[in-house]
């Protein structure tokens, strides 16, 4: 091995060594603590109701909320679509 060679190599060998030496809080960004917090307990459950029920074989359904008609129809893609 050259003379270059065995610098190169023991001033590797030097910065590795500082490095294996550093503490591993050092290398690594400060990390974030979370909290968790307990979910709110609502008082009513939620209500699953079939879609059938609503359309009953239709396409489409025409839905009264506060006075307002809001459209409910299938897509040929069979996705839902709700429009007021």
Same mark, same amino acid.
């Given at each position: 091995?050259?003379?270059? =060679?065995?610098?190169?190599?023991?001033?590797?060998?030097?910065?590795? =060594?500082? /490095?294996?030496?550093?503490?591993?809080?050092?290398?690594?960004?400060?990390?974030?603590?979370?909290?968790?917090?307990?979910?709110? /307990?609502? =008082?009513?459950?939620?209500?699953?109701?079939?879609?059938?029920?609503?359309?009953?074989?239709?396409?489409?359904?025409?839905?009264?909320?506060?006075?307002?008609?809001?459209?409910?129809?299938?897509?040929r893609n069979h996705r839902l679509i709700l429009t007021k």
């Amino acid at each position: 091995m050259d003379r270059d =060679a065995l610098d190169f190599h023991r001033s590797a060998a030097h910065s590795n =060594a500082a /490095v294996d030496q550093m503490p591993i809080s050092d290398h690594r960004p400060p990390q974030r603590r979370l909290e968790l917090r307990p979910r709110e /307990v609502t =008082a009513r459950a939620v209500q699953t109701v079939a879609l059938n029920s609503i359309l009953k074989g239709a396409r489409e359904a025409i839905i009264d909320f506060d006075g307002a008609a809001y459209r409910l129809r299938i897509t040929r893609n069979h996705r839902l679509i709700l429009t007021k």
